[in-house]
């Protein structure tokens, strides 16, 4: 999900009625977001980090997935000793950050853990096939041989959001990566359209406005200007390494 730099302190979630701040100092797992996060970080940042698949978390903790996505978590609530590793990681170069995180997160896997989730093929091949391509929950049941209720249920037992709010999720990223690769200047509303599996331009920017907060023009306008490497990361003040 897009965040944007914000004078906001901690990571903000954009609610129904309020804005929620969540002030992390550790680190953070932001779960899976329906709507886009705001976050202000220091003039120097320094950050690593993992990229799991919707039901990876499971594996790693004894919370339900369900009490993690949508949220900004504080990383040492739900996976302990994450504190110590973050202490250990000040002084370290990139290569052997990534080689403690990797290990902290490996041991989580063999111990420390009373129960784990067993995801099941059709959770796996539910998340892969709505990465790919937009599929109505009853195809995508159909396709895994269950009833759409089944499927329902265990993406949240095991992921912790419903197939349709991830199918959102998932076409939003598909039009982001392809949107940002238009050459400039040629983002008119219908090819902005053509490139979405929405059902048309007020759908379009409706969910667009929600995930990211702008307008696809809006959005696609501000990437151009800082870079495509901002495009998961829209910043709301010009970003010191392009001034």
């Given at each position: 999900m897009p965040e944007r730099g914000a004078t906001i302190p901690g990571a903000t979630v954009p609610g129904a009625t309020e804005w929620r701040a969540t002030e992390v100092a550790v680190g953070f797992y932001p779960g899976v977001q329906r709507s886009y996060l705001i976050?202000?970080?220091?003039?120097?940042?320094?950050n690593i980090g993992a990229v799991l698949e919707p039901y990876g978390i499971a594996a790693l903790t004894d919370a339900r997935p369900s009490q993690l996505q949508g949220t900004v978590q504080d990383t040492d609530s739900f996976l302990p000793g994450f504190s110590a590793l973050r202490a250990g990681l000040a002084d370290a170069d990139p290569a052997a950050a990534f080689k403690a995180l990797d290990?902290?997160?490996t041991s989580r896997l063999h111990g420390g853990v009373v129960q784990r989730t067993r995801v099941g093929d059709r959770t796996r091949a539910a998340v892969a096939l709505l990465a790919e391509e937009d599929i109505p929950v009853a195809?995508?049941?159909?396709?895994?041989?269950?009833s759409p209720s089944t499927l329902q249920r265990v993406m949240i037992r095991d992921c912790g959001i419903t197939p349709k709010s991830y199918a959102d999720v998932c076409r939003f990223y598909r039009f982001?990566?392809?949107?940002?690769?238009?050459?400039?200047?040629?983002?008119?509303?219908?090819?902005?359209?053509a490139l979405a599996d929405y059902y048309d331009q007020p759908h379009l920017i409706r969910t667009f406005r929600r995930l990211s907060g702008f307008t696809p023009s809006e959005y696609l306008r501000l990437i151009r200007q800082h870079g495509p490497e901002y495009a998961a990361f829209v910043p709301l003040e010009t970003p010191t390494a392009v001034r």
């Open positions: 976050s202000e970080n220091p003039p120097q940042l320094f290990g902290f997160l195809e995508l049941a159909h396709r895994l041989g269950i982001v990566n392809a949107a940002v690769q238009l050459p400039a200047g040629s983002a008119s509303g219908g090819e902005l359209l």
